[in-house]
């Protein structure tokens, strides 16, 4: 081997090394880099992730009453409130919930507690269904649907084809608009369980 040949081998020798040694660095910055993605990534919220707690304070709201009164949640401020979301004013189990909850007005009132009504109807069919029903505490009118999402109370496939509209579920507020009872009913057939919701209110009295 000459001198010149032994050169040559020599430095294709220390290319071959060379390239490995890139090629290796490569490989361990992008180890690297994958490794960091994978600490920072953030999983998918869950669907439960959003939902209400009690502890929280409830999200705020600005509705029409069938006198067509703007009420928000601030003008309870100061006594308890017991939030009714009831799917379609008319239906059987609506008109049954709304007539109940009439019925034990006054039990709610002697406990330092406003009662509310919240459905998707316009205030126009509320201020009839009141009527008809001889209901006195206010219905309020979440005809943009706003408030039912807001709270997470949707009820996505209804009866007759019709969507949206809100799930059975009671919240009960206390004086400082924290949620201190929840209730959310998997089906519209189901009704509330009354005595949990009055015992709810009594604890905060």
């Not at 999402?149 to 209804?158: G, L, M, P, R, T």
């Amino acid at each position: 081997m000459t001198f010149i040949t032994y050169l040559r081998s020599e430095y294709s020798n220390s290319e071959i090394r060379y390239s490995n040694l890139c090629f290796e660095k490569r490989k361990t910055k992008n180890k690297e880099r994958k490794t960091k993605n994978e600490f920072h990534h953030k999983p998918n919220k869950t669907p439960n992730e959003n939902m209400l707690q009690v502890g929280q304070k409830a999200p705020g709201f600005k509705l029409l009453d069938t006198e067509k009164n703007e009420v928000t949640l601030e003008q309870f401020k100061g006594k308890n409130l017991v939030i009714f979301f009831f799917p379609m004013a008319w239906t059987g189990g609506c008109t049954k919930e709304m007539c109940a909850i009439q019925e034990d007005y006054n039990g709610y009132s002697e406990l330092n507690a406003n009662v509310i009504g919240i459905s998707i109807d316009t205030f126009f069919a509320l201020k009839h269904f009141a009527a008809d029903n001889k209901i006195t505490y206010p219905l309020l009118s979440d005809f943009n649907k706003e408030t039912i999402k807001a709270y997470d109370v949707v009820h996505h496939e209804f009866a007759f084809g019709y969507k949206d509209v809100a799930k059975r579920s009671t919240f009960v507020l206390d004086t400082e608009g924290t949620i201190r009872f929840i209730e959310i009913l998997p089906s519209p057939g189901d009704f509330p369980n009354m005595d949990a919701i009055k015992a709810a209110v009594q604890s905060l009295k």
